[in-house]
């Protein structure tokens, strides 16, 4: 009898010492990186989750517009990803089972004025696109080689140091190519000026543009459905994490070792670590609430943000004047400024668009609204600049992951700017607070479903 009750004084000591070292962990943001943070380690820990927004996924941002009287998901954020550069996203999309549609991406390159358009890759899906074959656009097509391989060994090397225009004044390229081509196809991207994209990390700039060309057969996904299909599928499958929405948080506080967080729907509540899962400027006026951080709330602070302006809308007048060189990408340069449109032909019968407003990119003859007509939604986001101090401070943070129970996630935290990144950074965050998660090791690709 009482080896019996030794044996269940034993395991009750077994289950409430694991309850002990089960910890309070606050995560703040709903975006990606703070949503997959939460699902790698609630089955270690007791996870409150809070988002300022009434919806979660942040940059990944599906609305629903009514076209021809049927509905229609287009991504006013987060947009598409590819097998090769994308592994983990990818592994989370097939462990949720998400509907994939795969697709050629293809851009167009174009002036206002209508005397330049070159379209890229020149050949893909046994078509050849004729208007990037003339004499003028193949020493176009070379140069643009020259940049590419140079900037993948850039990349083999990361090394983040470079401006853009630095490591491009070193190529044998001509200043015609940079200034009226390079310059503003990958201002466009980022939507930011064709001056300011020089001041930008070679490595940032150059990883999309070099990763897109290396891509087989030009396949890039997205999710069927939008994006929110995925953040729907991951929350739904959260068993123990406690989200709440509209909730703000105003102010940390710490006190004998823990954290108190304050929300603007009123809840005070009290945890063993915080995860910031926030751009940097929110993590950083978040930590300046705290006197004892507010070193580390400097340093974040370096990263700066610009604001971008995005349009979902039906207007044909931010696509190329000849339809029959509408693509998916649709850059177009005004000798000042550049701007993209994304268009899917298959989405609808009745084209539907998504256009960078940042600048208004239009013909001079075009005296319309600088707003484009059939306007479903305007969307304005914050965006960082990729520029050193964005990657100094991305480094000084791994170094300071966890230090007194504060933890960093988005994709500023790790490497480029992408889905994936952010994706990596919730599982670098786990790896340290929930290493044995069963989750974690699905996306560690160590078991698959």
């Known amino acids: 009898m009482k080896k019996i009750v030794s044996v269940i004084l034993l395991a009750c000591l077994f289950v409430y010492g694991a309850v002990a070292f089960a910890d309070r962990v606050a995560i703040i943001g709903g975006g990606a990186s703070g949503l997959v943070t939460a699902w790698l380690i609630e089955q270690n820990h007791d996870v409150t989750l809070y988002e300022a927004q009434d919806r979660l996924g942040g940059h990944a941002n599906s609305i629903e517009v009514n076209v021809d009287g049927s509905p229609v998901v287009i991504e006013a954020g987060a947009e598409f990803f590819n097998e090769a550069f994308y592994p983990h996203f990818m592994r989370l999309l097939r462990y949720f089972n998400i509907p994939l549609r ?123 459905g939008g994006l929110k299909k995925y953040i729907e599928a991951v929350r739904d499958s959260l068993q123990k994490t406690e989200i709440r929405l509209n909730a703000r948080v105003k102010q940390i506080g710490k006190n004998n070792g823990h954290y108190t967080v304050w929300a603007e729907d009123g809840s005070v509540k009290e945890f063993d670590h915080v995860v910031f899962a926030t751009d940097a400027s929110v993590a950083s006026y978040l930590l300046g609430t705290m006197p004892e951080t507010a070193d580390l709330s400097a340093l974040l602070g370096k990263i700066r943000y610009y604001d971008t302006k995005i349009a979902i809308h039906g207007d044909a007048r931010f696509m190329p004047p000849n339809k029959n060189d509408w693509r998916v990408v649709n850059v177009r340069y005004d000798g000042t400024h550049s701007a993209t449109t994304m268009y899917k032909q298959w989405k609808s019968k009745t084209p539907i668009f998504k256009t960078w407003l940042t600048y208004d990119v239009r013909p001079s003859k075009d005296t319309g609204s600088a707003l484009p007509g059939n306007l479903y939604a305007l969307i304005n986001y914050k965006h960082p600049m990729t520029d050193h101090y964005y990657f100094e401070v991305q480094k000084a943070v791994e170094q300071l992951q966890g230090n007194n129970n504060l933890w960093f996630a988005g994709m500023w935290t790790y490497d480029n700017d992408s889905h994936e990144s952010a994706i990596i950074s919730a599982i670098k965050v786990a790896e340290r607070l929930a290493p044995d998660s069963g989750h974690l090791k699905i996306l560690q690709n160590q078991v698959f479903r």
Request: charged content about 20%; hydrophobic content about 35%; proline content about 6%.
């Open 102 to 224: 795969p697709f050629t991406l293809v851009s167009t390159f174009y002036t206002t004025d209508g005397k330049d358009v070159i379209i890229l890759p020149p050949y893909h899906d046994g078509t050849i696109e004729w208007k990037s074959l003339t004499p003028g656009n193949l020493y176009r097509s070379v140069q643009l080689k020259i940049v590419i391989d140079s900037g993948r060994k850039l990349l083999e090397t990361h090394d983040t140091t470079p401006t853009l225009q630095q490591f491009v004044d070193t190529l044998t390229i001509s200043k015609g190519f940079k200034t009226s081509f390079l310059y503003p196809l990958l201002a466009a991207a980022w939507g930011v000026s064709p001056n300011d994209v020089q001041d930008a990390a070679a490595y940032n700039t150059l990883k999309y543009i070099v990763e897109g060309n290396d891509v087989k057969g030009y396949q890039w996904y997205e999710v069927t």
